[in-house]
């Protein structure tokens, strides 16, 4: 692989990370409600969920893909479903009062949170298309297989940091007490956005 490959690779993959989407969302809104500890969980289970994808991508799931429509129409479905599931509960549950952190329940737990990062990230099939674009316009035929995995862990590093840092920013105090303010709109403004996603992902 050569240097220009590589830069492009890694540019592409940062790229896609920083995109708005159903796991920056989720990063934010896990900052806000339970804490930059749990938020690095979640973002560690979307790394987990993105290089879940790039390894589809190599062994050819575009393919299975294209040979087999229904099967992504299904999983395209599935994932929608979930999103539009989780959009519900939050614009269901956005006038609940935030309660203080004298009194805040626990956050979930390490697993559950990466849990949630993981299946939100898999949530959207298309992400192994874009990987398979990715990978078809900087790889070369018979890369060594260290090669791959120094990209699979560049692609983990990229989702995990940047959503860390989403949930870090959104878990400050100042952050969280104008997010208490604004309870209602923001919870509704994050349930339509992932309905909006879920959708969109049901229907391109």
Not at 11 to 28: C, D, T
Not at 64 to 69: G, K, L
Not at 91 to 107: E, G, I, S, V, Y
Not at 119 to 141: D, Y
């Amino acid at each position: 692989m050569t240097p220009a490959a590589f830069a492009a690779f890694a540019g592409l993959v940062v790229f896609a990370a920083v995109s708005p989407g159903p796991a920056v969302l989720m990063s934010a809104r896990t900052g806000l409600t339970e804490g930059f500890r749990t938020g690095f969980m979640l973002a560690m289970g979307i790394g987990a969920g993105a290089v879940t994808w790039a390894l589809a991508a190599v062994f050819g799931l575009t393919l299975v893909f294209q040979a087999a429509p229904s099967l992504l129409w299904a999983l395209k479905l599935c994932g929608a479903a979930y999103l539009l599931w989780m959009a519900f509960h939050l614009w269901r549950d956005a006038k609940t009062p935030f309660q203080t952190a004298d009194t805040r329940p626990l956050p979930r737990t390490p697993f559950a949170a990466f849990r949630l990062g993981l299946w939100t990230n898999l949530s959207n099939p298309k992400a192994a298309v874009m990987f398979s674009s990715i990978f078809l316009g900087t790889l070369q035929a018979g890369t060594p297989y260290w090669v791959l995995g120094v990209l699979l862990a560049i692609i983990f590093l990229s989702e995990t940091i940047w959503n860390t840092l989403v949930a870090r920013v959104f878990s400050l105090d100042r952050t969280r007490a104008r997010y208490i303010s604004l309870k209602t709109v923001i919870d509704r403004s994050f349930g339509g956005l992932l309905a909006l996603l879920g959708i969109k992902i049901a229907l391109t």
